[in-house]
């Protein structure tokens, strides 16, 4: 957020210098202590008013006790496993939350700094297979898969989207990450529901 922007709708912008984040958040938080203004909900480690379920440890059953149900699922998983295994030039596409961008960005979408900031939906890949694709940072990519699991057993659909590529060591070879749920590009365009 810029000053202007803070300013335009009753807000205060601090302008920080590097390293000074820590001292501010200990600033604001002896203002908030000081003035009694802290939540007093979680008091000496404990929740106070907060009614917790079965803290009895009775649970609604004939005996009491909580019920676990033991399935069956004897070869289920290396099934699944074999048919998720990398073909060609695939990549483990793992998806999450990114902390400037809240949800669906629902009300982020109204947000002129944040649509600067992060224009499209990003993917994070390793250098080793940006080198071996010829992807640079910067570089709009479009990620596909045409197995897309469907809700017909033994049936796949097709998906993809597009976004631009980030080339980074975080994520290891053969593996990208991406935003969740960026409007319009959504992962799930190629994910396995």
Partial sequence: MDA??????GGLHLQLKPGTDAVLL?????VIVDNNWQDNGFVNGQLVGTTR?????KFGTTSGKA??????????????????????????????????LWQTMYTHKRVP???????????EINPTDA???????????????DRVYTQ???????????AVAYVSDIVPPG???TNFAYPDQWMNSISQV
């Fill in 26 to 30: 200990n600033a604001i938080a002896r």
């Fill in 152 to 162: 017909q057993p033994g049936t796949f659909d097709k998906g993809s989207f597009t």
């Fill in 67 to 100: 019920m676990f149900i033991n399935s069956d699922w004897t070869g289920l998983a290396a099934q699944v496993y074999a048919q998720l295994q990398l073909q060609g030039d695939e990549f483990w596409v793992i998806n999450g939350r990114v902390d400037e």
């Fill in 131 to 145: 080198v071996r694709l010829g992807v640079q940072s910067g570089d709009i990519i479009s990620l596909a898969s």
């Fill in 175 to 177: 593996v990208v990450f």
């Fill in 113 to 123: 700094f944040i649509l600067e900031r992060w224009p499209t939906n990003h993917v």
């Fill in 4 to 9: 202007a922007y803070a300013e335009a709708h």
């Fill in 53 to 57: 379920l079965f803290e009895d440890r």
